[in-house]
């Protein structure tokens, strides 16, 4: 079990990786280019050259994260046309610099159901996954549950993979907070124990590449997704203790979304608290 932290660009993608490392990172994950905008990755090949040497001289895996503009439950044409795009973009720099896979949101179907847009997501992550010529996964993560989200329920992210033909490349993001807001109790033992059952039968446990460790503002099932400091929301230590104790887990790399202590982005001292949970709970570091 790596833990790790989600890392600024700021700067450049040259300075991610010596980021990282300054906050004991044993995993990261990045965007490569603005998350708010649509405007495509522009990476100088002197930029990745550093990026693979320095990502190959600290032997930590890297993962991207999509833009947060992605919709492949988009009701419009361009919408959908820029999300595909955008992912065919990630995917291909993933391949380019040596990155696991891009984790993204598949989208809201803002209130006209899953059902309405199925097949144009399935149509989309194909045309993504058939363009990306390499080994990178498309990871999808889970929902909140607010504003008609796709992949609140493990069900959906499921229906997803099967559409897709079982594709090995599909895999699964899992967020601590945001299954916690959708209702699944996983800071209880009862709790963790049906959420990953109903993981395993709907997904798969060998589809789980990823959680992104992040405690909750919210109360269980509030809907909202509201991150928090590990240890000072409603999941809390011994809520983190228990979801890293399950067997699920054991070898899945924890990436810190947090807002910081300072409200800085994720720091040292939540990566400090998620080791000192994983020795808690009898883990070796890697």
Known sequence: MRIG??????GGLEHIVPKGLELEAEVIQLFISAPQQWRPPAIAEEQAESFREALARAQIPAYFHGVYLVNLAADNDAMLGRSVGSLKQYMRWAGELGVRGTVFHVGSHKGKGFDTYREQILKSMREVLDYADNDAFLIMENNAGQGGGVGTKFSELGEIIRGLDGDSRVRICLDTCHAFAMGYDIATEDGIVIAMEEFDREIGIDRLELVHAND???????????????????????????????????????????????????????????????????????
């Open 5 to 10: 932290v989600h890392v600024s660009g700021a």
């Open 216 to 286: 909750s503002k919210m109360e269980l099932g509030g809907l909202r997704d509201r991150h928090e400091n590990i240890g000072d929301g409603k999941i809390g230590y011994d809520g983190f203790r228990t979801i890293m104790s399950h067997p699920a887990f054991r070898n899945v790399p924890f990436v810190l979304e947090v807002p910081g202590i300072e409200a800085g982005g994720p720091d040292l001292e939540n990566v400090r608290r998620l080791k000192k949970l994983r020795e808690e709970a009898g883990i070796p570091p890697p």
